[in-house]
C-alpha cells in the first residue's frame, strides 16, 4: 500500500498544558486531529468550569477555533457532584480524570481514596460521563512495574462493581493485564493506548545507558506487555482507541537527575502508530483505532472529512526549538516509514 486515506482522527488524551508550551505544543495536535481530549494536570489543575472554559479559550488561541478541545474534569477528595454535572451538562468538559494522589505529574491534589469519589461517580453513571483513569496503585510498597496491575486488582474491579454501568477509558494501557481486563469487560469499559506503549518495552530505558526520553508513567513493561497491548490495537475491538498521551516537558526538565515522566510525541503521532499497523499487517485496522472507536464511545459523531499518509519514509528530527523552548520528539533520530500528507 502506498498511500493511506482515513477519516480525520482524534486524539482521547493529550496533556496541552499552558502558557509559552501551550502555543508551541497544541498545533502540533491540531495538525493532525480534529479533536482531542485534553487532561486537567495544570498548576493549579481545572477543577472549576471558568478555569476550564478559560483554559479551552487559550487552547483556541494556540490552535486555532477549527481545533476542537474537548476538556476534562480533575477529580479531588472534595469533588462536588453538582459542579460535575452542570460542566457536563453546559457543554465545558466532556469527562472527569481520576488522577490518584501522586501518581504522576502534578497529581497531588489527586483522590486519596476512591471512596470519597462516590457520590461523584454515582452521578456521572447517571449522566452517562466519562471517568478517564490513571490506573496505578502510588503504595510505595508496590514495585513501579507492577502497579497498573495491582490497580486492577484493589481499585478497577471494585468501580466497575460498584458502578457497573459507569463508563470508564482505562488510559493509557502497558500490560497483558489491563488488556485483557478490558477485553472482558462491558461495553462501557474502554482503553487508550499510546504510540510509545506499542513501540517500546521497558529495555528501552536503559539502553546503552539510562534514557529520559523513553520515560513515561505508566513506565513501559516487559515485551510480553508491549506485544499484548499491541495485540489490542490491532484487534479491531471498538474498546480500544487513539490516545496519544503526548506530554511535553522541555528538554532540560526531561535530562535531569530527576527527569520529568512524559513522551512529546505528538509531531509524529500519526506516523508511529502506522507504523505499528503496518508492522502488525493490520492497516485496514487503523481506520477505526484512530477516527470510530473513541467517538462512538464518547457518543460523538464522526468527523467529516479525511487525512492521508503516504508511504514514504520520515526522518524525526533530534529536537525541536520553537522559541525558548527545546523539545525531543518521540522517535528523535529515527525514520518512520509513513508520512503524513494532511
Ligand atoms: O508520563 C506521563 N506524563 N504520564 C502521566 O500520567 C502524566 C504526564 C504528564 O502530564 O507529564
Ligand atoms: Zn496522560
Excluded at 211 to 238: F, T
Aim: aromatic content about 10%; some cysteine.
Amino acid at each position: 500500500m502506498q498511500s493511506l486515506t482515513i477519516r480525520r482522527p482524534d486524539d482521547w488524551h493529550v496533556h496541552l498544558r499552558d502558557g509559552e508550551m501551550l502555543r508551541v505544543v497544541a498545533p502540533f495536535t491540531a495538525r493532525q486531529f480534529a479533536r482531542a481530549v485534553v487532561m486537567p494536570n495544570l498548576v493549579p489543575p481545572i477543577t472549576t468550569i471558568p478555569a476550564a472554559a478559560d483554559y479551552r479559550e487559550r487552547i483556541w488561541e494556540a490552535a486555532g477555533r477549527e481545533f476542537r478541545p474537548l476538556m476534562t474534569y480533575y477529580l479531588t477528595d472534595e469533588s462536588n457532584p453538582d459542579v460535575v454535572e452542570s460542566g457536563f451538562n453546559d457543554d465545558v468538559w466532556i469527562a472527569a480524570k481520576l488522577y490518584p494522589a501522586n501518581a504522576t505529574t502534578n497529581s497531588a491534589f489527586g483522590v486519596t481514596d476512591v471512596h470519597n469519589l462516590h457520590p461523584t461517580l454515582e452521578r456521572m453513571q447517571r449522566i452517562g460521563m466519562v471517568l478517564c483513569v490513571h490506573g496505578e496503585v502510588t503504595d510505595p510498597d508496590v514495585d513501579v512495574f507492577d502497579r497498573e496491575a495491582v490497580f486492577i486488582d484493589r481499585v478497577l474491579i471494585g468501580l466497575t462493581r460498584d458502578f457497573p454501568d459507569l463508563k470508564i477509558v482505562l488510559e493509557h494501557i502497558t500490560t497483558a493485564e489491563a488488556a485483557d481486563f478490558v477485553r472482558d469487560a462491558g461495553p462501557n469499559i474502554a482503553a487508550t493506548i499510546t504510540p510509545q506503549h506499542l513501540h517500546l518495552n521497558r529495555n528501552a530505558l536503559f539502553a546503552g545507558g539510562l534514557r529520559p526520553h523513553a520515560y513515561c508513567l505508566p513506565v513501559a513493561k516487559r515485551e510480553k506487555h508491549r506485544l499484548a497491548v499491541r495485540a489490542a490495537a490491532v484487534s479491531g475491538l471498538p474498546k480500544f482507541f487513539l490516545g496519544t498521551d503526548t506530554a511535553p516537558h522541555a528538554r532540560h526538565a526531561k535530562e535531569s537527575a530527576c527527569g520529568c515522566a512524559g513522551i512529546f510525541n505528538a509531531p509524529y503521532a500519526l506516523e508511529s502508530y502506522a507504523t505499528v499497523f503496518e508492522e502488525e499487517g493490520a492497516l485496514d485496522k487503523f481506520e477505526g483505532f484512530a477516527s470510530e472507536h473513541g467517538a462512538n464511545f464518547y457518543a460523538l459523531p464522526l468527523n467529516e472529512g479525511t487525512v492521508t499518509l503516504e508511504r514514504d519514509e520520515e526522518y524525526v528530527p533530534e529536537r525541536l526549538g520553537i522559541g525558548d523552548i527545546e523539545l525531543v520528539p518521540f522517535h528523535a533520530g529515527q525514520r518512520l516509514n509513513w508520512t503524513f500528507a494532511g
